[in-house]
């Protein structure tokens, strides 16, 4: 029996009851396969009250991003359509990988509570407690070159932004490449990866962190991170933000690489690095200059003092 | 007891003899184990005489691109010091991806004499009959971005065409981005995978194939592909020409990206592309044109009719 549909019916009675005959109608299935999906659900951390003679009723969702909760009312096509929950793991974006050598489709994700040893760009840590965050990776097959890789990383930082602005309210910012912040703290990070010929992209896996009702964070994070919670006073559903995410993630993914500008001048809108003064630190080579642009394939147009236009395709951004 | 060694002094021999007590003092193992390390390359194909007085004495080497085989006199740092040689597999590049996934150090060396499902560009068969060709696969872990990596094919193609020149006197010329030709002739072909984040190259999987002895071709081939012993008229070493490959390819290799100019240089030198008008088509689009250069990135530079410069990245080039 589909567990998305019970869950739907379940949901829709808004704390009502909803009698098993009815369920059993609508879904044609039997009374006890309601009564077996009940019980399946009910294991997976809802709580449902069975009145004998009313019937069901939802009184609580498990705080989980399970499949079905992601799923419901997601309004996308691919994203998020096939998801693969975990309660611990050591990296979404490990897992993701190993689905995407298997054949995996475009959009499948890979969602945790909690992860062991998250990752941020050129193998940093990426903090990710149980239970307070996003911690997700999504299985891409763009069709794209791997030079206009990057555009991925620009369109995710976009959707990430207008996710927390329409769910949270709060005004997240891009700083290039790959960071969201609010008021100068990091509250999300994105990890792009690919295996790829040089002229075909074979598949991109696309990891996001986002601190959601973070508490606190430890003494040596407490200067550059912070979470929706932290800075909105209140907390923050992780699916419907995830939802969003995935939902503005599509509708941008969907458009590239032909309409990538329409992404690009967003991306302009939400950035914090562009006419800034900033210093780009990478392992071969530090220059400061003027935040002037982004180029087509995402790189960044620096002015130095002497006036020359520098184009830097990586390096760690500080603004100043 | 260290087989290379072993059979670097018989091969020392020229022909003669070297006897057991000078073998074993020389290698600084007793005689019995001479006796085993012997017997072993008896198995792996090697004709060595045993005389009761005289010692022993190498008459023959297989017709394989064994380990011992290829590092015997290889005069590179990295780049086919560590082996893995097969008789018959699907594809070098998948086996040299599953190494490299397992941490596989620089320089890793894959090779077949035959496979059974190789590989061209963008998943073009590449057909690999047994022991008369290089099927080769090397991992690579360069200090480039992702959209440094076309530096790297550049860079087989050099090595590949100076090895062919060196061992086989045969003009080789390069057809951008990945073909070697000899009379409008495919006789090698490059693949370049990759594992990478946007900033980052994990690693990268090399492969070239290379027809050597094939005595003839399929009819639906003849046309477009060529080995070097129909070139040339000869047999030519498959073992000297992989080690050439290596150590023009680690050469080259050392010097990127700081002194890529230089290998690029060494590319124009040899490319069959560049001041032909050529058409390159791709999955996108098609575009006719004067192939004028390629940029430091290894992009082709095409003028058009009515002067545009564009920049292809990737397609196939008909020279007409």
Request: net charge positive; aromatic share 6%.
């Given at each position: 029996?589909?567990?998305?549909?019970?869950?739907?019916?379940?949901?829709?009675?808004?704390?009502?009851?909803?009698?098993?005959?009815?369920?059993?109608?609508?879904?044609?299935?039997?009374?006890?396969?309601?009564?077996?999906?009940?019980?399946?659900?009910?294991?997976?951390?809802?709580?449902?009250?069975?009145?004998?003679?009313?019937?069901?009723?939802?009184?609580?969702?498990?705080?989980?991003?399970?499949?079905?909760?992601?799923?419901?009312?997601?309004?996308?096509?691919?994203?998020?359509?096939?998801?693969?929950?975990?309660?611990?793991?050591?990296?979404?974006?490990?897992?993701?990988?190993?689905?995407?050598?298997?054949?995996?489709?475009?959009?499948?994700?890979?969602?945790?509570?909690?992860?062991?040893?998250?990752?941020?760009?050129?193998?940093?840590?990426?903090?990710?407690?149980?239970?307070?965050?996003?911690?997700?990776?999504?299985v891409l097959r763009p069709p794209l070159l791997p030079v206009q890789a990057p555009l991925l990383t620009l369109t995710a930082a976009v959707a990430g932004a207008e996710a927390i602005w329409s769910v949270a309210g709060l005004p997240a910012g891009i700083k290039w490449p790959n960071d969201l912040l609010i008021g100068g703290r990091k509250v999300a990070g994105i990890l792009t990866e690919m295996r790829a010929e040089l002229d075909q992209v074979v598949y991109v896996v696309l990891g996001i962190g986002i601190n959601v009702n973070t508490p606190s964070f430890p003494t040596e994070l407490e200067a550059t991170a912070t979470s929706l919670y932290r800075e909105g006073g209140k907390q923050v559903s992780r699916r419907l933000l995830l939802q969003a995410f995935l939902e503005r993630f599509e509708f941008w993914y969907d458009r590239l690489p032909q309409e990538a500008e329409e992404m690009r001048s967003r991306w302009r809108e939400l950035s914090l690095t562009l006419g800034r003064r900033v210093t780009v630190i990478s392992p071969n080579f530090t220059v400061s200059g003027l935040a002037k642009n982004i180029d087509r394939e995402g790189a960044l147009l620096l002015e130095t003092e002497n006036g020359d236009l520098v184009r830097i395709l990586s390096g760690d951004v500080s603004l100043r």
């Open positions: 029996m589909d567990q998305d549909s019970l869950l739907r019916l379940l949901a829709a009675g808004n704390g009502g009851y909803i009698s098993g005959e009815e369920i059993s109608r609508s879904l044609r299935v039997s009374r006890t396969a309601v009564w077996k999906s009940i019980s399946d659900l009910r294991r997976l951390g809802y709580e449902i009250e069975a009145h004998p003679r009313l019937g069901y009723r939802l009184l609580a969702r498990p705080d989980k991003l399970l499949p079905a909760e992601v799923r419901l009312g997601l309004k996308t096509a691919r994203f998020g359509q096939v998801v693969h929950h975990f309660n611990s793991i050591t990296s979404t974006n490990d897992a993701a990988r190993e689905l995407a050598e298997r054949g995996a489709p475009e959009g499948t994700l890979v969602v945790a509570e909690e992860q062991k040893s998250g990752r941020g760009r050129r193998g940093r840590a990426w903090s990710s407690p149980p239970g307070v965050g996003i911690w997700a990776s999504l």
